[in-house]
């Protein structure tokens, strides 16, 4: 069947009236296209696929491409408050509860939906300021992980994120839920194999630090290491944690010692654990107090 066109709110007197469509068939082909999206690891044609009001709200407000917005019946008055925010001309899709859950991957769809392109970033862009603190994730395969670690990062001040091959997608739909939205924004590098990383990481000057196992006794504190250099923190896998080859390159080795009879932390909250410290040294540093 074909899509009924019909028309949608607009942001404001003057605003450009978004392209409508009313999806009434399962086999329509944008609804096919969110069902891929929305259920893959990793972008599909570099689109990538966002779920719930907040996550497309942050994508509204980015400056990244929509290219359309799906709304069930019941999330009418969610669709109208994004439209508001809604300043460029983006394809808006309606359709019934029952066909958003059919491209759903959540559990309890809360009806918005969007595709859009994925964001591009070069090496550079992760090397912003004096002092760049980079967050190099090996192994990392739990995408709800990545996207953790991505929130992190940028809220405790890291100037980027790459996730070497292996990985899980920085941009899967479970990392981007995670994120909170930060994935749209920090810079993040994937598919790269971690030794050239770290081959590109030290010509550009950043110091590497590996975090190693609690048991490591060779390894210092987080607060014993100079985070207010140009950093590369390495992150390793949740359970073998980093290769012995990349732990072995660092310069230096870093634990966060447990109490008994824990012996690990979850990824993204050792992640986060030494990102704190490293956001605490830089605030000493730069005058800002405790």
Same mark, same amino acid.
């Given at each position: 069947?074909? &899509?009924?066109?019909?028309?949608?709110?607009?942001?404001?007197?003057?605003?450009?009236?978004p392209? #409508?469509?009313?999806?009434?068939?399962r086999?329509?082909?944008?609804?096919?296209?969110?069902?891929?999206?929305?259920?893959s690891?990793?972008?599909?044609d570099?689109?990538i696929?966002l779920?719930?009001?907040?996550?497309? #709200?942050?994508?509204?407000?980015?400056?990244?491409?929509?290219e359309?917005?799906?709304?069930?019946?019941?999330?009418?008055?969610?669709? %109208?408050?994004?439209?508001?925010?809604?300043?460029?001309?983006?394809?808006?899709?309606?359709?019934?509860?029952?066909?958003?859950?059919?491209?759903?991957a $959540?559990?309890?769809p809360?009806?918005?939906?969007a595709?859009?392109r994925?964001?591009?970033?070069?090496?550079?862009?992760l090397?912003?300021?004096?002092?760049?603190?980079?967050?190099?994730?090996?192994?990392?395969?739990?995408?709800?992980?990545?996207? $953790?670690?991505?929130?992190?990062?940028? %809220?405790?001040?890291? $100037?980027?994120v790459? @996730?070497?091959k292996? %990985?899980?997608?920085?941009?899967?739909?479970?990392?981007?839920?995670?994120s @909170?939205?930060?994935?749209?924004?920090? &810079?993040?590098?994937?598919?790269?194999? @971690?030794?050239?990383?770290?081959?590109?990481?030290r010509v550009?000057?950043?110091?590497?630090? %590996?975090?190693?196992?609690p048991?490591? $006794?060779?390894a210092?504190?987080?607060?014993?290491?100079?985070?207010?250099?140009?950093?590369?923190?390495?992150i390793?896998?949740?359970? @073998?944690?980093?290769? &012995?080859e990349?732990?072995?390159?660092?310069?230096?080795?870093?634990?966060i010692?447990?109490?008994? &009879?824990?012996?690990?932390?979850?990824?993204?909250v050792?992640?986060?654990?030494?990102?704190?410290?490293?956001?605490?040294?830089?605030?000493?540093s730069?005058?800002?107090?405790?």
């Open positions: 069947m074909m &899509p009924q066109s019909r028309p949608s709110p607009t942001k404001s007197a003057g605003t450009r009236t392209q #409508s469509a009313l999806i009434t068939s086999e329509n082909h944008w609804l096919k296209l969110f069902r891929a999206v929305l259920h690891s990793r972008p599909e570099n689109r696929g779920e719930g009001v907040r996550l497309v #709200s942050e994508a509204i407000r980015s400056e990244l491409e929509l359309a917005i799906l709304a069930s019946a019941s999330a009418e008055k969610a669709l %109208a408050a994004l439209l508001v925010e809604l300043d460029r001309p983006t394809l808006v899709l309606r359709t019934t509860d029952k066909l958003f859950a059919s491209v759903a $959540t559990e309890t809360q009806g918005i939906a595709l859009l994925a964001p591009q970033f070069v090496f550079d862009d090397l912003r300021g004096l002092d760049p603190l980079i967050v190099v994730l090996v192994g990392v395969q739990d995408p709800g992980n990545v996207g $953790t670690i991505l929130r992190s990062a940028e %809220a405790l001040g890291a $100037t980027g790459i @996730a070497a292996g %990985a899980a997608h920085p941009y899967s739909p479970k990392s981007l839920r995670a @909170a939205g930060s994935a749209l924004r920090l &810079p993040t590098l994937f598919e790269l194999a @971690a030794p050239v990383a770290l081959a590109q990481l550009s000057g950043l110091q590497i630090v %590996a975090a190693s196992s048991k490591n $006794t060779a210092r504190d987080p607060n014993e290491f100079n985070f207010r250099q140009p950093v590369a923190l390495l390793g896998n949740e359970g @073998a944690g980093l290769p &012995p990349i732990e072995r390159s660092a310069e230096a080795l870093i634990r010692q447990l109490a008994e &009879p824990v012996d690990s932390l979850n990824a993204a050792a992640a986060s654990l030494i990102l704190y410290e490293a956001a605490r040294q830089r605030r000493l730069n005058g800002a107090g405790q």
